[in-house]
C-alpha cells in the first residue's frame, strides 16, 4: 500500500474548502431565520394580521424556498467534503495498521 502522505496532503488541502462549505451552511441556517422574519413582517404589511398567516406566507414566499434549495445544496456541499476527508483519515488508519501487521509479520519469520 502507499504511504499516508497523499491522504494526509488531501486533508490539508481540502480542510478549507470544508471549513467554508460548513460556514456556508450556518450562515444559510441563521439567513433563513432572517428572510422568514422578513417575509413575515412582508405578510403584515399586506394585511395578513395573526403571526401563524404571516408564518404561513412566509414559508410559502419564493424567496424563503429559494433560502431551502441553496441551504440543501451547502449542506450537500459540506457533507460530500467531510465525507472524503473521513475516508482520508481512514485510508491513513489502514496504512497505519497494515504497516504494523508487516511489521509483525516480518518479526514472526525470523
Request: no cysteine; hydrophobic share 45%.
Given at each position: ?18 471549513a ?54 451547502a ?36
Amino acid at each position: 500500500m502507499k504511504t499516508p502522505y497523499k491522504a494526509v496532503e488531501f486533508i490539508i488541502e481540502n480542510a478549507p474548502l470544508y471549513a467554508k462549505a460548513k460556514s456556508e451552511r450556518i450562515y444559510l441556517e441563521e439567513f433563513r431565520k432572517t428572510k422568514k422574519a422578513l417575509l413575515m413582517k412582508e405578510a403584515m404589511v399586506a394585511g395578513f394580521d395573526s403571526a401563524a398567516s404571516q408564518e404561513r406566507e412566509a414559508y410559502a414566499h419564493a424567496d424563503y424556498k429559494n433560502v431551502l434549495v441553496g441551504l440543501a445544496a451547502a449542506i450537500e456541499k459540506e457533507e460530500t467534503l467531510r465525507w472524503h476527508l473521513m475516508a482520508a483519515q481512514m485510508k491513513t488508519e489502514i496504512w497505519r495498521t497494515e504497516s504494523a501487521n508487516d511489521r509483525m509479520e516480518g518479526k514472526a519469520t525470523q
